[in-house]
């Protein structure tokens, strides 16, 4: 069955880290794309940082410094490594290939308490 399952999810005070993880059941390679999405309470989901390929990134303004994106693509999983978290980053979060989408996971729900 095709699926992504993020994980790695918390509640968590403001100024802390946590890191997202996303393993795709299909095979990646470094010519897949990873993107991760936010979808804040009574929000559309919003693209907030993409790896095209093993050798860029590219980040929303609203996480840039902030957040990483990384890959391992022998476990085919990506990894968001999100620091000084802030309330706003409150939010389900999930991730999807850029050039092939699967179905949608469940997500992993991050919450950040002031």
């Known amino acids: 069955q095709v699926q992504l399952v993020e994980s790695g999810g918390g509640v968590v005070q403001a100024g802390s880290s946590l890191r997202l993880s996303c393993t795709s059941s299909?095979?990646?390679?470094?010519?897949?794309?990873w993107a991760w999405y936010r979808q804040a309470p009574g929000s559309q989901r919003v693209l907030i940082a993409t790896?095209?390929?093993?050798?860029?990134?590219r980040y929303a303004d609203a996480v840039k410094g902030r957040f990483t994106i990384s890959r391992d693509n022998a476990l085919n999983t990506v990894y968001l490594q999100m620091n000084n978290l802030k309330p706003e980053d409150t939010g389900v979060y999930f991730c999807?290939?850029?050039?092939?989408?699967?179905?949608w996971g469940q997500g992993t729900q991050v919450t950040v308490s002031s």
């Open positions: 790896s095209p390929n093993d050798e860029i990134t």
């Open positions: 299909e095979r990646i390679d470094s010519r897949d794309g």
């Open positions: 999807n290939l850029l050039y092939r989408p699967m179905p």
